[in-house]
T-cell receptor
Framework: EAQVTQNPRYLITVTGKKLTVTCSQNMNHEYMSWYRQDPGLGLRQIYYSMNVEVTDKGDVPEGYKVSRKEKRNFPLILESPSPNQTSLYFC?????????????FGPGTRLTVT | KQEVTQIPAALSVPEGENLVLNCSFTDSAIYNLQWFRQDPGKGLTSLLLIQSSQREQTSGRLNASLDKSSGRSTLYIAASQPGDSATYLCAARSYNTDKLIFGTGTRLQVFP
């Protein structure tokens, strides 16, 4: 089954404790991205990757890091989480960037930073 | 800077009604516009994508239109069903970027 998986689905952590949210897709897609969703603000793109070793900032990259060492994986790293990073995070993949109808989203990771 | 707005924020209708969801964008130089559906606790499902050269796209009971000159897109849902209850999001992609700018969504409830 074609899918994007994220782990963990729920995470409660404390300020400053480094964490990684994993994202994996099994469709051999070149394009992957991370979004955060906040009430009243909609989804905002954090980072995206056009292919292995190619990443670029989205609209809200501050406080986040990503890496793309393998085509299937695109982890999101929070080196020093802060309460304003409490949010619902989505990973997405597509074979042809944002112009493709085949946008696949993961189920989301709800992160709470206290 | 592209901004996308969706009105209304929430909508509740009886089953069987035809309804229209609205999406507005500030920069008319868009490459395409997409409509998504989001169910509670789940990710987004892509519904329709309209390229800048197109005026509308249809899929089953869904029809999306695009008017770049007025900065508007509409999603028409015919003969609504309780299973259509979800949040509907539109997103615009501008030229020379791979960024999708999302609206804040319309939460739709269709009651029997």
């Amino acid at each position: 089954e074609a899918q994007v998986t994220q782990n963990p689905r729920y995470l409660i952590t404390v300020t400053g404790k480094k964490l990684t949210v994993t994202c994996s897709q099994n469709m051999n897609h070149e394009y992957m991205s991370w979004y955060r969703q906040d009430p009243g603000l909609g989804l905002r793109q954090i980072y995206y990757s056009m292919n292995v070793e190619v990443t670029d900032k989205g609209d809200v990259p501050e406080g986040y890091k990503v890496s793309r060492k393998e085509k299937r994986n695109f982890p999101l790293i929070l080196e020093s989480p802060s309460p304003n990073q409490t949010s619902l995070y989505f990973c997405a993949s597509s074979p042809g960037g944002t112009g493709s109808i085949e946008q696949y989203f993961g189920p989301g990771t709800r992160l709470t930073v206290t | 800077k592209q901004e996308v707005t969706q009105i209304p924020a929430a909508l509740s209708v009886p089953e069987g009604e035809n309804l229209v969801l609205n999406c507005s964008f500030t920069d008319s130089a868009i490459y395409n516009l997409q409509w998504f559906r989001q169910d509670p606790g789940k990710g987004l499902t892509s519904l329709l994508l309209i390229q800048s050269s197109q005026r509308e796209q249809t899929s089953g009971r869904l029809n999306a239109s695009l008017d770049k000159s007025s900065g508007r897109s509409t999603l028409y849902i015919a003969a609504s069903q309780p299973g259509d209850s979800a949040t509907y999001l539109c997103a615009a992609r501008s030229y020379n970027t791979d960024k999708l700018i999302f609206g804040t969504g319309t939460r739709l409830q269709v009651f029997p």
